[in-house]
Every structure is written in C-alpha cells, then in structure tokens.
C-alpha cells in the first residue's frame, strides 16, 4: 500500500474500495466494465464497495443513454467526508451516554466483585490518606498517633487534616492511648471537625483503619503496607463495628 493509499485509508476505505476509488477519479465517467478494468477487482465483487463509496459521498452515478456511469466527487470535498464522520460519531456519543447508567446498573448486579488497591512505602501509605480526606463525609479511624508520628511529621499531618477541613469532612477517631496522642488531640483548630475517643490502655496496635463511603483502608506501619477495599458491605460493617465501640469506650 502506497501512501496515498494509506491517507485514503483514514476515510474508513478498505483496500478495494480504494482501488475502486482512484480508479473512477481517474478515469472520469466511469461504467462497471471500466472500473473493474481500471481497479483490476472483479465485476461481481464491485457493487458492494461502490455503495460505500456513494454512501460516504466521494462518489456520484449518473445515468446517459440508459448506461449508469460513476463519477468522483471534487476531492476538496474528501473533507467533508471527515466531517459527516466526525457529526455521526458525536450523535453516536450522545445516544451510548444515554444508556450508560441503564448499563452500569446491570454491571453493577452482575459484578460485585470489590475492587482492591494495594500501596507500599511511605508514600504509598500517605497517598491513601490524601485520597480519604478528599470527601465531605464522615471518617472513622482507628488511629495510632505514636506510630503515625514515626512515620510522619506534624506538618504533613496539619496539611491532611486542614485538607479534610475545606471538604467538608468530618474525622471520628478511636485513639491509641500515648503521650503523643493527648498532646495533639490538645490542639485546638482540630476541635471544630474531629472527634476523638482514647481506647483503653491495653488497647496497642500497628495499624490504621479508616472508613468513609464505600471504602475502607488497612494500613500496617510495621510493614509500610496498605490496602484501599471499594465495596459497600464491607464498609458498612467497618464502620457499624466502629460505631460499637465508640458507644461504649
């Protein structure tokens, strides 16, 4: 395939209907019998192809003395074949939009499986807490101060939770007993969208659990390991379990 070929080839042409093409442009007023001659491609295969090349409006046929002939438009007006193209396409768009929600609901039934992203590092770990606070919702923590300053600063800290605070959100957190964390649930601009409660002494963990929505998070900072779990259920039971003890702690 020559380059011509291979431009024409953008209008939706498949090699035959090329062939036929360039054939009828250059052979102006074109019978059956001359295109199959020009294009070398059989006579009975042709009438297929020609209809393609009517319907996309790079060809015309016009009848004199009970012949049909097939003639090339102007091929300035090859453009205006990328434009019908392009106009059908965007009423294509606009009609499978009108169906997607009718289709997702039917995908939603028929594929309930969570979906489950894992992240690694320190980096990974603070990506999963940039992406709860992006919520106007409630989130319900379990939270270790001693070890998420350790990992950590109070900046970054400030920066997540002020984060939380133009969204909208609200944290409720289940505290790990420690001198690190009576000193910051001390600080006063936190008062106004966090609630805290101290777990009792005995309560130690490694970990961080948030919920908020349809998502939960399991963060291990021994490992610098975490989990982000998309599924109602399993957040909704999160965070029924979290409401539990916060009555009765």
Same mark, same amino acid.
């Given at each position: 395939?020559?380059?011509?070929?291979?431009?024409?080839?953008?209008?939706?042409?498949?090699?035959?209907?090329?062939?036929?093409?360039?054939?009828?442009?250059?052979?102006?007023?074109?019978?059956?019998?001359?295109?199959?001659?020009?294009?070398?491609?059989?006579?009975?295969?042709?009438?297929?192809?020609?209809?393609?090349?009517?319907?996309?409006?790079?060809?015309?046929?016009?009848?004199?003395?009970?012949?049909?002939?097939?003639?090339?438009?102007?091929?300035?007006?090859?453009?205006?074949?990328?434009?019908?193209?392009?106009?059908?396409?965007?009423?294509?768009?606009?009609?499978? /939009? *009108?169906?997607?929600?009718?289709?997702? !609901?039917? +995908?939603?039934? $028929?594929?309930? =499986?969570?979906?489950?992203?894992?992240?690694?590092?320190?980096?990974?770990?603070?990506?999963?807490?940039?992406?709860?606070?992006?919520?106007?919702?409630?989130?319900?923590?379990?939270?270790?101060?001693?070890?998420?300053?350790?990992?950590?600063?109070?900046?970054?800290?400030?920066?997540?939770?002020?984060?939380?605070?133009?969204?909208?959100?609200?944290?409720?957190?289940?505290?790990?007993?420690?001198?690190?964390?009576?000193?910051?649930?001390?600080? /006063? *601009?936190?008062?106004?969208?966090?609630? !805290?409660? +101290?777990?009792? $002494?005995?309560? =130690?963990?490694?970990?961080?659990?948030?919920?908020?929505?349809?998502?939960?998070?399991?963060?291990?900072?021994?490992?610098?390991?975490?989990?982000?779990?998309?599924?109602?259920?399993?957040?909704?039971?999160?965070?029924?379990?979290?409401?539990?003890?916060?009555?009765?702690?």
């Amino acid at each position: 395939m020559n380059k011509l070929e291979e431009k024409l080839g953008l209008l939706g042409l498949n090699h035959k209907e090329i062939g036929i093409y360039l054939a009828i442009l250059s052979g102006g007023k074109n019978t059956i019998s001359g295109i199959a001659l020009r294009s070398k491609i059989k006579r009975t295969s042709i009438y297929q192809h020609l209809q393609v090349l009517l319907d996309k409006g790079l060809i015309y046929k016009a009848v004199d003395r009970k012949r049909v002939l097939y003639i090339a438009e102007d091929p300035e007006k090859i453009v205006n074949v990328v434009e019908s193209q392009k106009r059908r396409l965007d009423r294509q768009k606009v009609e499978l /939009e *009108k169906i997607i929600p009718e289709l997702q !609901s039917m +995908f939603s039934v $028929a594929f309930s =499986k969570p979906k489950v992203n894992f992240y690694e590092g320190r980096e990974g770990i603070k990506n999963i807490y940039k992406e709860f606070v992006e919520t106007h919702q409630n989130i319900y923590s379990f939270f270790s101060p001693y070890h998420f300053f350790k990992l950590f600063s109070h900046a970054e800290n400030d920066e997540l939770l002020m984060r939380l605070y133009a969204n909208g959100g609200q944290l409720h957190n289940l505290v790990e007993r420690s001198d690190e964390a009576v000193a910051r649930l001390k600080v /006063e *601009k936190y008062k106004s969208f966090t609630k !805290s409660k +101290f777990l009792p $002494a005995d309560f =130690k963990f490694e970990n961080d659990l948030l919920v908020t929505g349809d998502k939960v998070a399991l963060i291990s900072f021994k490992n610098l390991i975490g989990v982000i779990i998309c599924d109602q259920a399993i957040a909704d039971l999160q965070r029924n379990i979290f409401k539990l003890i916060w009555g009765k702690v």
